[in-house]
């Protein structure tokens, strides 16, 4: 599979305070990719670098051979990554409709954006029958389905999604994944940030293990699952 | 005076109170700026209007629509250029910044316009209903007003522009990640706060006589009606606007007008004690 993102030595932080240590990482095309790692580790760093919100101090990030390190947040957008920020973080005071209409604003082809609207309307229903509430009114998960669909609603190449799980009961979780997994299924390429290490090897088939902002380890899921250090640190066992 | 000849005369003038009002309100909302020029841009709109009409015969109604774009630009400009710079600092840095620029325009204007009091006087007659007398100019500068106002609503809820406007209002970084230049929006807003408050300026020029002096009045009304109706809402700045035109035409009659102004700033007073959200109180948005 073609390569679509590929980033390398890259290096970030707040102010005096450095917190990515020169990562490498890369994303094929159609995967779903996990980033796991423990609190504090960098993860939400690295895709708020991804995404411009964070300039990035050094090394380079190619999207589909394009180098965006320098780009803004819009720019990113534009390029076809879109990402789901931790916390959900959606739009107090507007309704779920606007807040997915929000996703698609960078957008004008009008007849397009309301297919897109049918497509995450079938694959969340929730989100249909509460499609005229207060966003921020709705439960935890149907919140992070809001979430999701107002990502793909900029309809990306690569969508990030930094805490997938984080306060969600089981049940929620599995539905969730089901819904990625159908995302996934109709070719879009996944970089998911999962505390859950369970969650997070259950759905990708590659992950990184970040710890103090760098990359620990890095390889196919099932690998990494029976890797003793690995159990030993992050799956309890 | 009967009851209903000073309801319908506060009632007036709280329309225009709303649409003097509401961009100041916009602006505090989105910005989180207060915005020390508003008062001036009234003034602004007023003096255009009334020289546009005497010098060279043009109505009023064909000068609201120019004067609200001019004013657009006007605002987006010194957005862009100067308060973008410090949106981001303590809401006292973006007070002074504006207070600083309130002083430049206000003197400029003095100068070349003067302080005397400039009205347009259309001589349209008045009409009678129930009794009570309304001049039509007035009639119309309140249709006006509350059509404006409206158009704010409706393109703040219902726009695309309108929805990034309330998203960056609410989370500036999420907004960024839709793919909304932040600063841009900053911009468009205080634009518009300034193209309201032009065009409520074009509608008091052809209601009451107005002059330079008038700025600091203005703002202070501006601030008053944001604070009985709920900041940073267009509902609020209408009940807002409403609530302060009833007061001060009742209170004018009654004690009579100059202790209008007086009574306006106590209502606001006690209100910030009992209920500082607000009549209409934050629901965040618009
Ligand atoms: N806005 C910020 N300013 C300063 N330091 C921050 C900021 N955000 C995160 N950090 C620090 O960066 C480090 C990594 O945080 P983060 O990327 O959120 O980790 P993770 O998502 O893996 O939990 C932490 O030590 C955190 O305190
Ligand atoms: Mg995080």
């Given at each position: 599979?073609?390569?679509?993102?590929?980033?390398?030595?890259?290096?970030?932080?707040?102010?005096?305070?450095?917190?990515l240590?020169?990562?490498?990482?890369?994303?094929?095309?159609?995967?779903?990719?996990?980033?796991?790692?423990?609190?504090?580790?960098?993860?939400?760093?690295?895709?708020?670098?991804?995404?411009?919100?964070?300039?990035?101090?050094?090394g380079?990030?190619?999207?589909?051979?394009?180098?965006?390190?320098?780009?803004?947040?819009?720019?990113?957008?534009?390029?076809?990554i879109?990402?789901?920020?931790?916390?959900?973080?959606?739009?107090?005071?507007?309704?779920?409709?606007?807040?997915?209409?929000?996703?698609?604003?960078?957008?004008?082809?009008?007849?397009?954006?309301?297919?897109?609207?049918?497509?995450?309307?079938?694959?969340?229903?929730?989100?249909?029958?509460?499609?005229?509430?207060?966003?921020?009114?709705?439960?935890?998960?149907?919140?992070?389905?809001?979430?999701?669909?107002?990502?793909?609603?900029?309809?990306?190449?690569?969508?990030?999604?930094?805490?997938?799980?984080?306060?969600?009961?089981?049940?929620?979780?599995?539905?969730?994944?089901?819904?990625?997994?159908?995302?996934n299924?109709?070719?879009?390429?996944?970089?998911?940030?999962?505390?859950?290490?369970?969650t997070?090897?259950?759905l990708?088939?590659?992950?990184?293990?970040?710890?103090?902002?760098?990359?620990?380890?890095?390889?196919?899921?099932?690998?990494?699952?029976?890797?003793?250090?690995?159990?030993?640190?992050?799956?309890?066992? | 005076?009967?009851?209903?000849?000073?309801?319908?005369?506060?009632?007036?003038?709280?329309?225009?109170?709303?649409?003097?009002?509401?961009?100041?309100?916009?602006?505090?909302g989105?910005?989180?700026?207060?915005?020390?020029?508003?008062?001036?841009?009234?003034?602004?709109?007023?003096?255009?209007?009334?020289?546009?009409?005497?010098?060279?015969?043009?109505?009023?109604?064909?000068?609201?629509?120019?004067?609200?774009?001019?004013?657009?630009?006007?605002?987006?400009?010194?957005?862009?250029?100067?308060?973008?710079?410090?949106?981001?600092?303590?809401?006292l840095?973006?007070?002074?910044?504006t207070?600083?620029?309130?002083?430049?325009?206000?003197n400029l204007?003095?100068?070349?316009?003067?302080?005397?009091?400039?009205?347009?006087?259309?001589?349209?007659?008045?009409?009678?209903?129930?009794?009570?007398?309304l001049?039509?100019?007035?009639?119309?500068?309140?249709?006006?007003?509350?059509?404006?106002?409206?158009?704010?609503?409706v393109?703040?809820?219902?726009?695309?522009?309108?929805?990034?406007?309330?998203?960056?209002?609410?989370?500036?970084?999420?907004?960024?990640?839709?793919?909304?230049?932040?600063?841009?929006?900053?911009?468009?807003?205080?634009?518009?706060?300034?193209?309201?408050?032009?065009?409520?300026?074009?509608?008091?020029?052809m209601?009451?006589?107005?002059?330079?002096?008038?700025?600091?009045?203005?703002?202070?009304?501006?601030?008053?009606?944001?604070?009985?109706?709920g900041?940073?809402?267009?509902?609020?700045?209408?009940?807002?606007?409403?609530?302060?035109?009833?007061?001060?035409?009742?209170?004018?009659?009654?004690?009579?007008?100059?202790?209008?102004?007086?009574?306006?700033?106590?209502?606001?007073?006690?209100?910030?004690?009992?209920?500082?959200?607000?009549?209409?109180?934050?629901?965040?948005?618009?």
């Open positions: 599979m073609p390569e679509l993102l590929r980033i390398a030595g890259l290096t970030a932080g707040y102010g005096d305070v450095q917190v240590w020169g990562i490498d990482l890369d994303v094929r095309e159609g995967e779903i990719v996990a980033i796991v790692g423990s609190n504090g580790a960098g993860k939400t760093t690295l895709l708020r670098t991804i995404s411009g919100l964070v300039g990035a101090r050094a380079s990030i190619l999207f589909e051979g394009r180098e965006i390190s320098k780009a803004g947040p819009d720019e990113v957008l534009a390029a076809g879109a990402h789901v920020p931790e916390g959900r973080r959606l739009f107090k005071g507007l309704s779920v409709k606007d807040n997915l209409l929000l996703g698609a604003y960078l957008r004008r082809d009008k007849a397009e954006i309301q297919n897109d609207l049918d497509y995450v309307f079938d694959l969340f229903p929730r989100l249909k029958e509460r499609h005229s509430q207060d966003a921020t009114t709705m439960s935890g998960g149907e919140q992070q389905m809001c979430a999701i669909a107002r990502g793909i609603m900029s309809r990306p190449r690569l969508l990030m999604i930094d805490e997938l799980s984080l306060g969600l009961a089981p049940a929620l979780i599995e539905r969730l994944s089901e819904g990625l997994k159908a995302i299924g109709n070719g879009l390429t996944i970089l998911l940030v999962e505390q859950d290490v369970m997070a090897f259950e990708a088939s590659r992950a990184f293990v970040v710890e103090t902002g760098r990359i620990a380890k890095a390889g196919e899921t099932v690998v990494l699952a029976d890797d003793p250090a690995i159990r030993q640190a992050y799956l309890g066992v | 005076m009967d009851f209903a000849q000073i309801l319908a005369n506060g009632v007036v003038l709280g329309a225009l109170y709303a649409c003097l009002a509401v961009g100041f309100s916009l602006v505090w989105v910005l989180n700026v207060i915005n020390m020029l508003h008062g001036s841009f009234i003034i602004l709109g007023g003096y255009l209007t009334y020289f546009a009409w005497q010098m060279f015969g043009i109505h009023p109604l064909i000068m609201l629509p120019i004067v609200a774009a001019f004013l657009f630009v006007v605002g987006y400009a010194l957005q862009a250029i100067f308060i973008n710079k410090v949106v981001t600092a303590p809401v840095v973006t007070l002074t910044l207070f600083g620029l309130d002083m430049i325009l206000y204007m003095t100068v070349y316009f003067s302080a005397t009091p400039r009205q347009v006087t259309l001589g349209l007659g008045s009409i009678q209903l129930f009794g009570v007398y001049p039509v100019v007035r009639l119309l500068g309140m249709a006006l007003a509350l059509l404006l106002t409206g158009l704010l609503y393109t703040l809820r219902g726009s695309r522009i309108g929805r990034a406007i309330v998203a960056v209002r609410m989370d500036r970084s999420a907004a960024a990640l839709m793919g909304i230049r932040v600063n841009r929006i900053y911009a468009i807003t205080f634009g518009i706060g300034a193209l309201m408050a032009g065009a409520a300026g074009a509608l008091f020029a209601v009451f006589p107005i002059t330079t002096n008038l700025s600091g009045v203005f703002l202070g009304k501006a601030f008053v009606v944001c604070v009985i109706g900041l940073g809402s267009v509902p609020g700045a209408l009940v807002g606007g409403l609530a302060l035109g009833i007061i001060e035409s009742f209170s004018g009659v009654l004690l009579g007008p100059q202790h209008a102004l007086t009574v306006g700033f106590l209502v606001m007073l006690l209100l910030l004690i009992v209920r500082p959200t607000g009549l209409v109180g934050v629901k965040g948005y618009e």
